[in-house]
């Protein structure tokens, strides 16, 4: 179980965070948004970033997409602002909008994103996006990435197919450590097989 945090949560106590359980289950990862568009830096990244390690917890670093911007540009931005470590999840590309764009032009640049970050840091990234938005713009492609979708209050999410990793399952969650509502994520898997997946351990079938 995970949660994902942005500057919207302000001033995060990590170590309530790692300490907090529910029925015996504790907080797993966080992902931590650190970039948006071309210019945009999460003014709390850098501290959830840190503290979220320190305080033991599984940790992924994602970027909100503009369609708007050179993909290029957003990319740079990203790498120039994480600085990843071992045992830290792939980048994470979050996909809400297409603006202006057919979406066949914004699969093209969501590429661009995808294949510039992947040859910076070796890793596929982990591609975010929600069900109804998947299914309009992104399904069919991209199948040899990750996915997290976002489907709220569903006993499973609707992936039309897709074989995500991780589920946003709810906008409401509370944590010990943060104030109001955060977001609550599932891994789809043991977490020995999360672990596997942080460190990059391809599953043999």
Request: net charge positive; hydrophobic share 35%.
């Amino acid at each position: 179980h995970g949660i994902d945090v942005s500057r919207w949560q302000e001033r995060i106590d990590w170590q309530r965070v790692a300490k907090m359980r529910d029925n015996g289950i504790r907080l797993q990862f966080a992902f931590i948004k650190a970039t948006e568009g071309e210019k945009l830096v999460d003014p709390y990244f850098s501290r959830n970033w840190q503290l979220s390690r320190e305080n033991g917890l599984l940790r992924g670093a994602y970027h909100y997409f503009s369609p708007s911007v050179s993909a290029s540009v957003q990319a740079r931005l990203f790498l120039q602002t994480v600085d990843f470590s071992q045992g830290d999840f792939p980048a994470v590309l979050d996909v809400e909008e297409r603006g202006k764009l057919s979406a066949k032009e914004l699969r093209k640049r969501v590429s661009q994103w995808l294949k510039m970050v992947e040859k910076r840091t070796g890793r596929k990234p982990i591609i975010y996006s929600g069900a109804v938005f998947y299914h309009t713009n992104l399904a069919g492609y991209f199948n040899e990435y990750p996915w997290w979708v976002a489907h709220y209050y569903q006993r499973r999410p609707d992936n039309d197919g897709m074989a995500w990793r991780f589920w946003q399952h709810s906008d409401r969650g509370q944590v010990d450590g943060i104030n109001g509502p955060v977001d609550f994520n599932v891994f789809n898997g043991t977490v020995e097989e999360l672990q596997a997946f942080v460190d990059g351990i391809k599953e043999t079938p």
